[in-house]
Structure formats: C-alpha cells, structure tokens
Nanobody
Framework: VQLQACGGGLVQAGGSLRPSCAAS????????MGWFRQAPGKEREFVAS????????YYADSVKGRFIISRDNAKNTVYLQMNSLKPEDTAVYYC????????????????????WGLGTLVTVSS
C-alpha cells in the first residue's frame, strides 16, 4: 500500500484546509485510516481515524468539533477537513493505514499503523 497526502498549505488563524490522502495498492474494506501530525520538536500525535468500511470516526480532543475525517472508497481517498485552524495546529500532517481487518477505530498510536504517507505541511499564521 502506498499513500500520497496533499492539500496542506499556509492559512491564517480561523481559516480552513482540506488535505487528502490517496491510497494505492490492495486494501481491505474494513481497515482503519488515520491522520497524525508532528510539529517541530514534538512527537507525532494522533489526530483522527476512520474505519474505511463502517465510516465510524474518532478524534483527538484537541481537534474534536473542528476537524472532520471522511473517506471516498471509490477513490481510495481519505480527507481531513480542518476548520477554525489555530497556530498550534501547525505541523506536518501524515496519513497512515492500519491494514488488518477491524471493526474498531481506536488506533491512536503510530506503531499501530503499518503504511505511511510522506506528509503534507500545514502552517497556520496568527
């Protein structure tokens, strides 16, 4: 599985961005796709996850109510709608796939994911 993330950029605080992540290669229907982020000098942290088959979602408290993760299975693509952005959201955003069959969405640790995209930079200016 290969992942390609794009759609980052520079935005002012309060603005919106919608990065996307396209997956290629074989993926099962009931897998979990996640978004993580890593700011300079900080560890990679969980942002959101979605079960590709069920459509169920889970969010980190820091983004709940502002970010929305969604998927288009026909396009093998996952999106992260980011609204009301804050300077502390500035980071490189990575998409990842937990490729084992699962009905869960509670995969929040980076080592639970096997495949990773290269990341897309999101910069929020104050």
């Amino acid at each position: 599985v290969q992942l390609q993330a794009c759609g980052g950029g520079l935005v002012q605080a309060g603005g919106s961005l919608r990065p996307s992540c396209a997956a290629s290669g074989r993926t099962f229907s009931y897998v979990v796709m996640g978004w993580f982020r890593q700011a300079p000098g900080k560890e990679r942290e969980f942002v959101a996850s979605i079960n590709r088959g069920l459509g169920t979602t889970y969010y980190a408290d820091s983004v709940k109510g502002r970010f929305i993760i969604s998927r288009d299975n026909a396009k093998n693509t996952v999106y992260l709608q980011m609204n009301s952005l804050k300077p502390e959201d500035t980071a490189v955003y990575y998409c990842a796939v937990q490729p084992s069959f699962s009905y869960s969405i509670y995969y929040i640790r980076p080592n639970e994911y096997k495949h990773w995209g290269l990341g897309t930079l999101v910069t929020v200016s104050s």
